[in-house]
């Protein structure tokens, strides 16, 4: 309550998962402040970035599967990805390190064009070239991720949402996920970004260019259910979970970034261990998602409003704390 009576958040929900005690899921503040809508935990909101770890976690599925190949380079399976001198693989666009840019500016980030298919993204990523070899830098590229998405369509046969409904969200038990089609529909949060102190109503952004990046929309319950499924290994087996959690080849810290492995940071803290981690951030949403692996808890922060970033990491983190004290009673 103390965010939303200092007036940091117009709506959010939060919550905990724990391997002992289940979930829990609080909401509170608006989804629409001009009709007074209530914030609820059914409230579909965008998760922005949270959406890289389904991503890559449909990578890693089809990678055991032996469909792909992570080391292998990425116009083995897609012909028209433009191939710089020295190979890029399916690794370097997991770990941010392919040389493909992120964000020429936070303008540049508010996409008003639509993409009919994740081809057609494809092809507008490719026209922003590199921005060095691969494997040489970490640079964070949300653009990296769209390429990944096409990848998941070529090697399966399916379109990148049909694939993530069948592999990832249904088995997980996440009912108000999907992409995200329409800013407007019924059960869903409207947009905000925090400007001076206020807040404001979104411009209008498209996020069909990086839906595999931060195109999904989803609840705090359903990310809850995800992040259950991570640990109770029925989306990949656990040393697939582990490869992805590697950070010993990691360049993130170079940019003073966390260390990330392959489709989420890596931290180790003082009281909960290792902690997976992604944040999410783009007009109309400020997200964290947490997963702490030694302690079996799930903790996530979901707003409604750009410029939130930092109640929604306290929020989670205030969460993980709660989960974890629970189990140890």
Avoid at 313 to 329: G, H, P, R, V
């Amino acid at each position: 309550g103390q965010h939303l009576d200092a007036g940091n958040l117009v709506g959010a929900s939060i919550g905990f998962y724990t391997s002992g005690c289940g979930s829990f899921v609080a909401a509170g503040g608006f989804s629409s402040k001009k009709d007074l809508e209530p914030f609820s935990p059914q409230t579909v909101t965008r998760i922005a970035s949270i959406t890289k770890p389904m991503t890559a976690i449909a990578i890693m599925q089809l990678h055991d599967s032996g469909a792909l190949d992570i080391d292998q380079p990425v116009q083995n399976y897609l012909a028209d990805f433009p191939a710089p001198e020295e190979r890029v693989t399916i690794r370097h666009l997991l770990s941010h390190t392919s040389g493909i840019p992120h964000y020429r500016s936070s303008l540049d980030a508010i996409s008003l064009s639509s993409y009919d298919t994740l081809q057609q993204a494809v092809e507008e990523v490719y026209e922003r070239g590199f921005v060095g070899a691969p494997g040489d830098q970490y640079t964070y590229s949300s653009f990296g991720y769209t390429v990944l998405g096409r990848v998941i369509e070529k090697v399966s046969g399916h379109t990148f949402s049909e694939y993530l409904r069948d592999e990832v969200w249904r088995p997980a038990g996440m009912a108000y996920t999907s992409l995200e089609r329409t800013t407007v529909q019924d059960g869903k949060s409207r947009l905000y970004v925090k400007l001076f102190g206020e807040f404001l109503r979104s411009p209008r952004s498209d996020l069909s260019l990086i839906y595999p990046a931060g195109g999904v929309q989803s609840t705090a319950g359903d990310l809850l259910s995800f992040g259950a499924a991570v640990l109770n290994d029925s989306l990949v087996a656990r040393p697939t979970l582990e490869a992805m959690a590697d950070i010993s080849a990691s360049l993130s810290g170079t940019t003073g970034d966390d260390p990330y492995g392959l489709g989420w940071s890596v931290t180790e803290h003082p009281d909960f261990g290792t902690v997976l981690a992604h944040g999410g951030s783009q007009p109309g949403a400020s997200a964290q998602f947490l997963i702490l692996l030694e302690k079996e808890v799930v903790a996530v922060a979901l707003s409604n409003a750009y410029g939130t970033k930092g109640s929604a990491i306290d929020l989670a983190y205030f969460m993980a704390d709660l989960a974890t004290k629970l189990e140890s009673e």
